[in-house]
């Protein structure tokens, strides 16, 4: 859980400074999918269970509204503080916006999955009073590079961060988990769902856990928390 968690904190909390009242779209809260208007591309936001929900649970533990997108609905059940948002045509989130009437009222953006459509779909709905706050967390362009919508950029006066997971220090890193772990024991918030324990004075359990994670294929992150 460490990394997924460790940057939606930063994301939330160190860089967009997410607060009560705040209205806030966060791109990408599923799993991977190709739609049929990124026809070229497989999206892979972060998804369920990775950075987006992460950063959408410590959104709703700050007070904020906030509005989640998906590639698409199927097999997904959105978590009941997010009001959904599926990506079936390229101004999807602007109609969306619109509808909880809120256009020009968004306050913070946070982008897990790095395409541009749906990236400057989104900073159109930002407020135009020069507080909106972007994070971006991935772009997914073998360049590293997408176009962005400038012009409405500033004429918003919105701010651009990237999200740097090495940003904070390690006594600072230390706190924040502390703090993630406390909340997660308590229930306040959900972690991982699927963890595998060890006891740690049976070291043939420990070698074997060891051993299973170093064959695994590299796609596969494991992290292991004593």
């Avoid at 026809?39 to 904020?64: F, K, V």
Wanted: charge should be neutral.
């Amino acid at each position: 859980m460490t990394l997924p968690w460790l940057c939606a904190w930063i994301s939330v909390d160190t860089l967009a400074h997410v607060k009560e009242g705040d209205n806030v779209i966060i791109i990408g809260m599923s799993q991977s999918v190709r739609p049929h208007h990124f026809p070229h591309h497989d999206i892979s936001p972060g998804a369920r269970g990775g950075i987006g929900s992460a950063a959408a649970q410590l959104c709703r533990e700050r007070g904020a509204r906030i509005f989640g997108t998906y590639t698409s609905f199927a097999n997904v059940t959105p978590p009941s503080y997010i009001t959904p948002i599926e990506l079936g045509s390229k101004n999807a989130i602007r109609v969306a916006i619109a509808k909880a009437c809120l256009q020009n009222k968004i306050d913070v953006l946070l982008d897990c999955a790095g395409y541009d459509q749906p990236f400057n779909d989104a900073v159109s709905t930002m407020t135009p009073n020069g507080t909106g706050r972007v994070v971006i967390m991935a772009v997914h362009s073998k360049d590293g590079m997408f176009p962005i919508d400038l012009r409405t950029f500033y004429t918003k006066a919105l701010t651009l961060k990237g999200m740097k997971s090495s940003i904070l220090g390690p006594l600072e890193v230390k706190k924040v988990l502390d703090d993630l772990a406390e909340k997660i024991d308590g229930g306040l918030l959900e972690g991982p769902k699927e963890v595998n324990e060890v006891d740690m004075t049976n070291m043939d359990a420990v070698k074997g856990a060891l051993q299973e994670i170093l064959t695994r294929a590299s796609h596969r992150r494991s992290v292991i928390v004593p």
